[in-house]
């Protein structure tokens, strides 16, 4: 089951997300950790004609993913400092 996102990692992610890098070390982590996932988004991206479209599918998909990311994170480290 996925974590629910909590209103905290969002608003750090919106914050994080203005920052350029941030945004590609996300992709270039994806890619690292979750090959299958990275590859199946970029694979599905080519087969979209519309460039506008291919980056809204982009856009999304990695925010989806930063935001899950992110949420497993945060949970992980709340268990190990007991919060």
Known sequence: ?????????????????????????????????????????????????DRGMKEGFLRGSWLVWALYNSQEEADRMNEEWGL
Do not use: H, Y
């Open 1 to 49: 089951m996925f974590p629910k996102i909590k209103d905290g990692v969002i608003s750090s992610l919106n914050k994080s997300a203005e920052d350029k890098s941030f945004v590609r070390e996300g992709w270039e982590q994806m890619m690292k950790e979750n090959p299958n996932l990275f590859f199946c988004i970029t694979k599905t991206c080519v087969k979209i004609k």
